[in-house]
């Protein structure tokens, strides 16, 4: 199991990078989130990644596509859904239905990631989120504490963060 030092964790996922979004446009919440800063070093996509899910849940060596990840909310998991998971980059979207579009990218240090997931909404408030990995046989787990301000419990989609 990988594990990231606290100190690291604070400047990869800061303190105010919680939200929720209206993907919807009707004015409510629909999907909440966070966004990470790349603190370590360039993350590069490989080139051929599968643009198939079942071939991508080969390569990670796993039966199932949305067993790659398990997410809880203060301490409650989630019936996780790969498709509801979408990951922005810049300018980018990137679902299980458009793999191939994160085909090459590199997010370079200081880079932010996106991440938001839909049909999950979270209060104001403090909430845990943990996220747990498994991918060729390499486990991971990353769980960050943080507030949900009142102001970012309802931002436009794509978020500006």
């Given at each position: 199991?990988?594990?990231?030092?606290?100190?690291?964790?604070?400047?990869?996922?800061?303190?105010?990078?919680?939200?929720?979004?209206?993907?919807?446009?009707?004015?409510?919440?629909?999907?909440?989130?966070?966004?990470?800063?790349?603190?370590?070093?360039?993350?590069s996509?490989?080139?051929?990644?599968?643009?198939?899910?079942?071939?991508?849940?080969?390569?990670a060596?796993?039966?199932?596509?949305?067993?790659?990840?398990?997410?809880?909310?203060?301490?409650?998991?989630?019936?996780?859904?790969?498709?509801?998971?979408?990951?922005?980059?810049?300018?980018?979207?990137?679902?299980?239905?458009?793999?191939?579009?994160?085909?090459?990218?590199t997010?370079?240090?200081?880079?932010?990631?996106?991440?938001?997931?839909?049909?999950?909404?979270?209060?104001?408030?403090?909430?845990?989120?943990?996220?747990?990995?498994?991918?060729?046989?390499?486990?991971?787990e990353?769980?960050?504490?943080?507030?949900?301000?009142?102001?970012?419990?309802?931002?436009?989609?794509?978020?500006?963060?």
């Amino acid at each position: 199991m990988s594990y990231i030092p606290k100190y690291i964790l604070k400047r990869m996922v800061p303190k105010d990078s919680f939200f929720c979004v209206d993907k919807s446009g009707d004015g409510k919440a629909d999907a909440f989130g966070f966004y990470i800063i790349n603190v370590i070093s360039p993350l590069s996509i490989p080139a051929d990644i599968p643009s198939d899910p079942d071939a991508l849940a080969k390569m990670a060596n796993v039966d199932d596509i949305n067993s790659l990840l398990s997410v809880s909310v203060d301490g409650e998991e989630l019936d996780f859904d790969i498709k509801n998971l979408e990951l922005r980059y810049e300018d980018k979207s990137v679902t299980i239905d458009n793999l191939s579009d994160a085909a090459g990218v590199t997010v370079p240090v200081g880079g932010k990631v996106v991440i938001i997931y839909s049909g999950k909404t979270l209060e104001p408030g403090e909430h845990e989120i943990v996220i747990k990995y498994g991918v060729a046989g390499s486990e991971g787990e990353i769980g960050v504490k943080r507030e949900l301000a009142e102001d970012r419990a309802c931002l436009s989609y794509p978020p500006e963060v």
